[in-house]
């Protein structure tokens, strides 16, 4: 499909309008998203992509906004991608991470958006990877994703981003030790936030005990009060710096582009599958599955086998 040549054109320019077109033709599947990513793919490559992660109200909109303030100190342009899991519904949510973002909003340098995910027409990881390589090619140098990182979705997010910031807060205790596997897998820094609140210290003190013998920087924070995000930004310039040297870097790279081929692979296959049975047909075993009729494995590889492989 053509696009329009202005269209690229405005978007280097970093056009606020047609950044924000683009990213709704991103978010609901269009194919002219397809195109001009495709154009702007040799441009990509040069942000830094940061995901903040943490249960909700943790504070990672607040932290996000002091971040912003931090990083455009440093003359740093930046975009921020705050992912909406449940749909087009929770309207109070969205309106609270614009809320807390709102002191940027008429920064030229800084880009807020937040996707919903509605529908997940071609998959909710591969719709927030494009739209964070759009963030990347109109050159901004950090983009910063903000998501709820529950259970499967942690993963996804993982490979979504260079860095992954895990927020805690006082008074998680147990939770925490119940999280360890799922923090391992996924942190890059894992930051107490609330550090203005009591038990502050024992969280960390906790997280030093589970995490002290690996690379993980443990730290505090406080959005409310604003401490501590010069040195959480230092420690995200850090660990993106040494992703740029030595192995890691090819490692890094390869990981990388293998998530984002594996991820469009998975959602290609099955759009042609729906193409070829229908939805409907996925849905009457899905029902199946959920009367306890049958288990979910014996339901794939039904239809698997109706669908001709
Ligand atoms: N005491 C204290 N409160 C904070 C801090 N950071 C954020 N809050 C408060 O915590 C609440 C939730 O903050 P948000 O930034 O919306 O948290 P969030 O993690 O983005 O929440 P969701 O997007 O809904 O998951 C708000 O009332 C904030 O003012 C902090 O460092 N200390
Ligand atoms: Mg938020």
Request: hydrophobic share 40%; proline share 3%; with cysteine.
């Amino acid at each position: 499909m053509r696009i329009a040549a202005g269209v690229v054109k405005q978007l280097l320019k970093r056009d606020p309008k047609t950044v924000a077109r683009c990213l709704t033709l991103i978010e609901n599947g269009d194919p002219r998203a397809k195109s001009i990513l495709k154009e702007l793919y040799p441009r990509t490559g040069r942000a830094h992509i940061v995901g903040v992660t943490g249960a909700p109200g943790t504070g990672k909109s607040t932290l996000i906004s002091r971040m912003i303030a931090e990083l455009r100190r440093r003359q740093k342009r930046v975009g921020v991608l705050t992912v909406d899991p449940t749909g087009p519904f929770s309207g109070g949510a969205l309106l609270g991470d614009r809320i807390r973002m709102r002191e940027h909003f008429l920064d030229q340098g800084v880009f807020i958006r937040s996707l919903a995910t509605r529908g997940c027409k071609g998959g909710v990881a591969s719709s927030i990877r494009d739209a964070a390589c759009l963030l990347d090619a109109v050159g901004n140098e950090i983009v910063v994703i903000e998501t709820i990182g529950v259970g499967q979705d942690q993963v996804e997010v993982k490979n979504l981003a260079h860095t992954i910031v895990v927020l805690v807060i006082p008074g998680m205790g147990d939770e925490i030790q119940g999280m360890k596997a799922g923090l391992l897998e996924i942190a890059d820094i894992l930051v107490v936030n609330k550090a203005d609140l009591p038990g502050a210290e024992e969280t960390w003190e906790q997280l030093r005990g589970l995490f002290g013998e690996t690379a993980v920087p443990i730290l505090k924070t406080s959005a409310l009060e604003n401490v501590g995000v010069g040195e959480l930004v230092d420690t995200l310039e850090e660990h993106y710096g040494k992703l740029q040297t030595g192995s890691d870097r090819r490692d890094g790279g390869l990981e990388f582009s293998r998530s984002q081929v594996l991820s469009l692979l998975r959602d290609r296959l099955l759009d042609r599958l729906v193409q070829r049975i229908g939805a409907g047909s996925i849905e009457a075993w899905v029902e199946k599955v959920a009367e306890r009729r049958l288990d979910a494995h014996t339901a794939a590889e039904k239809i698997l086998k109706s669908a001709g492989f």
